[in-house]
């Protein structure tokens, strides 16, 4: 291995381990939830905001990204970030009580925001164009494994140790990050660049109220929540004034709205927020499913969900060789169609299905993804120049975040609601007089004056009904990577080997 292949591997190796630390952190907490809400005596509405903090506080620092980086110079910035992110982590694990944890989960989001996007931004400006794909993969393995096997890990780290452990895995992955970054990583000359903090203020109201709104939107029933609905106003207006200072501000802006420009960077970001919805929809629904309806247990569920991130793995190398050679656009709309097919299969799921029947679609759906993600990648920062490349990273992985948050947003309305028209149309059929309500419990050996009529009735009905529930989700998920297709129409041809030259 030459001197040049050995720099871009131990940098590879620096900027992946802190990217899929903080990925994981996405997600690695969900199936510990109900522990800490036992130990921590939090109600149901307190420990969502153990999510919620660590969402809003990466939602408004991600795009600074480029600034902090002119400001303090890629390295520094990286270092500083890792540094920050490990002690949050480690206080996080040390909690003893529901203020605590949200704080420092606040810390650890902000220190975390650049993570993703900074790395994105390094391994495009170290590898040369005509690799760019092969790196775009391996960046993609990283951002999209990390959810995936996320619930996996934080269920085995809680049932065998506990839910303190999702924290202190960080620690150790962390320092090794840190001391790579200290040794590999070049810098950069800071550039002398002035705060916005006017577009500051707008752009932290903006993505903070929209991710209040929709993580608690569905719990509080939407619109008919003065809260919710004040700030959905409050959010709207202060993108609206955002909008109109970055105008008015050009150059001086706190990111620069010329970037969208570009069509293919526009393109790509539009793709990426419509993704999250089938990437976290499923995320979310498919283990609620398994471990409500099925009765799996956390790590049999995190096992089950595996080989989807598996699968993307397997995508995303075979795609990272044939990215320079094959249109990205074909990959994406083959990726977009094996994704979808995926999710249409898992609207024949019923309570009786079989560990295969589970897993098979996730596997299949799991293919496209990252058939999906490695081009859509790499053609966003195809034609960008290299100055350009941390601030649009910072935006590329907010729009991700935000698109995650809308489509958990809309897959859990869509649940919940159809669950219950689902609860009243079933349960207007059972009642003493339909000859079919007689027929199932008599092969149960009871009748309809049973005292144990009603409770196993009603619990036939719950399961039933959430079943039509998560079925109506996935009819969702399947629409939503549809829906992508024309997107792609959008993109320019982008032949690596050619621009390269």
Same mark, same amino acid.
């Given at each position: 291995m030459d001197t040049e292949a050995r720099r871009r591997l131990l940098i590879t190796i620096a900027v992946m381990s802190s990217t899929i630390m903080q990925v994981l952190d996405t997600t690695i907490v969900n199936v510990a939830l109900p522990h800490m809400q036992g130990q921590l005596g939090a109600t149901r509405d307190q420990i969502s905001w153990v999510l919620t903090s660590y969402l809003v506080a990466s939602g408004i620092f991600m795009p600074l990204t480029g600034y902090f980086t002119d400001r303090l110079g890629q390295k520094? $910035?990286? =270092?500083?970030?890792? @540094? %920050? #992110?490990?002690?949050?982590? /480690?206080?996080?694990?040390?909690?003893?009580?529901?203020? +605590? !944890?949200?704080?420092?989960?606040l810390t650890q989001g902000v220190f975390g925001a650049a993570l993703v996007p900074l790395s994105q931004s390094i391994m495009v400006n170290t590898y040369p164009l005509e690799q760019r794909g092969k790196a775009m993969a391996i960046w993609g393995m990283g951002v999209m494994i990390g959810p995936i096997l996320g619930p996996s890990l934080g269920g085995y780290l809680t049932e065998?140790?506990?839910?303190?452990?999702? #924290? $202190?895995?960080?620690?150790?992955? %962390? !320092?090794?990050?840190?001391?790579?970054?200290?040794?590999?990583?070049? +810098?950069? *000359?800071?550039?002398?660049?002035? =705060?916005?903090?006017?577009? #500051?203020m707008l752009m932290g109201l903006t993505i903070g109220a929209t991710q209040y709104v929709l993580d608690r939107g569905n719990e509080d029933a939407w619109f008919s929540s003065n809260t919710i609905l004040l700030l959905t106003l409050v959010a709207a207006l202060g993108f609206i004034g955002f909008i109109a200072h970055a105008i008015r501000a050009k150059e001086q802006a706190i990111f620069r709205l @010329?970037?969208? *420009?570009?069509?293919? #960077?526009?393109? /790509?970001?539009?793709?990426?927020?419509?993704?999250?919805? @089938?990437? $976290?929809?499923? /995320?979310?629904?498919?283990?609620?499913?398994? +471990?409500?309806?099925?009765? $799996?247990?956390a790590l049999t569920t995190g096992l089950v969900m595996a080989p989807r991130g598996l699968a993307s793995m397997i995508s995303m190398m075979i795609v990272g060789k044939l990215i320079a050679r094959?249109? /990205?656009?074909?990959l994406i709309g083959f990726g977009i169609l094996l994704a979808s097919a995926g999710a249409w299969v898992m609207t024949f799921y019923n309570l009786d299905i079989s560990l295969f029947w589970s897993i098979w679609p996730i596997v299949l759906q799991g293919f496209g993804m990252g058939l999906i993600f490695v081009p859509m990648s790499t053609v966003a920062f195809s034609s960008l120049p290299p100055q350009d490349s941390a601030e649009a990273a910072g935006l590329f992985s907010l729009l991700r975040t935000i698109g995650s948050s809308i489509g958990i947003s809309i897959v859990s309305t869509v649940q919940t609601r159809q669950t219950q028209i689902a609860w009243n149309q079933l349960g207007g059929h059972i009642k003493a007089t339909n000859p079919a309500t007689h027929q199932y419990l008599r092969g149960l050996g009871l009748h309809t004056y049973s005292p144990a009529a009603p409770s196993v009735l009603q619990h036939l009905l719950v399961r039933q009904a959430d079943m039509a529930g998560y079925l109506d989700a996935f009819y969702l998920i399947t629409w939503g990577f549809l829906i992508m297709l024309p997107l792609v129409l959008f993109m320019r041809r982008v032949n690596l080997k050619s621009a390269s030259a």
């Open positions: 520094r $910035y990286l =270092m500083l970030s890792i @540094g %920050g #992110f490990v002690i949050s982590s /480690a206080l996080c694990g040390l909690s003893t009580n529901i203020p +605590e !944890i949200v704080f420092f989960r065998v140790l506990s839910w303190r452990w999702t #924290f $202190y895995i960080n620690v150790p992955v %962390g !320092i090794l990050s840190l001391l790579l970054t200290w040794r590999v990583i070049p +810098e950069t *000359h800071p550039r002398l660049r002035r =705060m916005d903090w006017t577009g #500051f @010329g970037i969208f *420009h570009d069509r293919n #960077f526009t393109t /790509a970001s539009l793709l990426i927020t419509v993704f999250g919805l @089938g990437l $976290y929809g499923t /995320a979310l629904v498919q283990p609620l499913m398994l +471990e409500g309806l099925l009765s $799996y247990p094959v249109d /990205a656009r074909i």
